[in-house]
């Protein structure tokens, strides 16, 4: 019993000595932290299955060079029925300026931890509005489902 009680203090005092930061032991970037930071998913379910999977990434502030005029992000949509363009995507009520398709393979994965090779891929920008800092971001699908979430910027 005194062994036992040894090995859990001699754990409860090795685990005060760690890092902070969660992501130092799998050796990532500090733009791959901030990528986990601004993302965020949504499922769609029906009939309390997953129908359809959306990740969003907030790019503006995982790195310098995605932080333009526009808010910019990546989304990955998973469904086997659906495609992106089955839902109406709005920031703030505004409709998108672009929405390019990516492939697996493009650098902008190297700093995100989106991983799904089954997903499609996009980089979707809006026109920054001045003095808004709480960013709504929408999924509207046959105007009776919306699901959102939200970014600070």
Do not use: P
Request: include cysteine.
């Amino acid at each position: 019993m005194k062994r036992l009680c040894l090995f859990f203090v001699l754990i409860l005092l090795g685990s005060g000595c760690t890092s902070y930061r969660a992501l130092k032991h799998f050796n990532k970037s500090e733009a791959y932290s901030q990528a986990v930071k601004y993302s965020k998913k949504i499922d769609i379910l029906e009939k309390n299955e997953i129908k359809t999977m959306f990740y969003v990434t907030f790019m503006n502030k995982v790195l310098e060079e995605y932080n333009d005029k526009n808010y910019n992000f990546v989304i990955a949509i998973y469904s086997e029925n659906e495609s992106i363009f089955d839902y109406k995507i709005t920031l703030n009520s505004n409709n998108y300026i672009s929405l390019v398709e990516m492939n697996n393979n493009d650098k902008i994965f190297d700093n995100i931890s989106l991983k799904n090779k089954w997903a499609k891929k996009y980089y979707i920008s809006f026109k920054k509005e001045n003095d808004i800092k709480k960013l709504k971001f929408n999924f509207l699908y046959q105007k009776v489902l919306n699901k959102s979430v939200s970014f600070i910027d």
